[in-house]
């Protein structure tokens, strides 16, 4: 495709995402790094930032394995883990083919890697539920795993894992409890590589910075939890634009958009940008979700349509079209539109949709 005439785009600063795994290692000198790009690198392109990340980030994780294969075929050389696993002997194979990581965390798993005829041995990553329950072992399967994966042949590193539940809550002990956890059933391993953390594990709990770090969203320059700062200096890599398409002015008592959600209370100025629920943009956006135009927030007002969302520019003479507005990244928080939604930032970003262009820069 040629360069697209809607102006409509993601703009992905490569530069900001070093940056950020850069000041992650300084703030966390200790770990390892291993870059969450499941799901498109939660929008931003996984290919994109896989590039970007080679020679900072030390791994990469996805969720399953078709993931991975598209980053190999890419020519993208980093060692990746399937943070689902396998599901079956011929994705083994392609583990040992394409240095992939499975997850286990299932006893079938186990039992799978166990009888597996593989052309050579294996690291992988061993799962113990501490609280989740979503995936992993129970502490007794865990150890008993432990134990017949470090014998057998298929393998040759095991590294512990866990996922916390709720550690972008620091009012709750949750998290203690789960590390508490971990530690206990890996006391009597203490040479065992392990990773807890996630963005939220990283910046709120020290103690769960061990040898690899789990990171996404601080990565992409969001902060894990919206009241509290930042752990360490972090840069928004996306940035999401729409020009002004249309501007007008409309009465008091005129209605904005379908099903006459929003009516104006006084003369008003309604400018039109070119984004909407077909670009990823929420369609549960509310009034009042603030759209960042000429160096401030302005409201969006009446109902996100596929293509267009209006917002209410009263009082700001200036606009015009081919203005441009930024729907969240550099100046406005992601978290900020996501409150307004009812959503969180992770779903935002994933979302936006291939229909937008991204611009690295
Ligand atoms: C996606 C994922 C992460 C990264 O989570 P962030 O909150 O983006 O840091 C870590 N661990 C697992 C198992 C994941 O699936």
Redesign the pocket.
Known sequence: MGVPFRRTKAIIDTKALQQNCRNMHAFAPASKV?A?V??DA?GHGALTVARALQGCAEQL?V?FIDEALDLRQAGIELPIVL??GCFSEAELDLCCQHHFIP?IHNTEQVQELLAATLAKSLVVWL?LDTGMHR?GLNSTDFQKALEQLTASKNVSQVIA?T?FAD??NTASDYTSVQLAQFDRVLENYPDIPC?V??????AHWPAARREW????????GVT?NPDLPAPFAITPVMTLTAPVIAVRDIPAGAYVGYGCRWQARRPSRIATLAIGYGDGYPRHASDGTPVWLHGREVPLVGRVSMDMITVDITDMAEVAIGDEAELWGQNLSVHEVAQKCDTIS?ELLTRVSPRVPREII
């Open positions: 291993l969450t499941k799901a939660y994780g969720a943070l689902d997850v799962k995936l894992m996922h550690a972008d990773s953390a996630n963005s939220a594990g990283l770090l789990r990171s996404g969203l601080l990565l992409y894990p992770y």
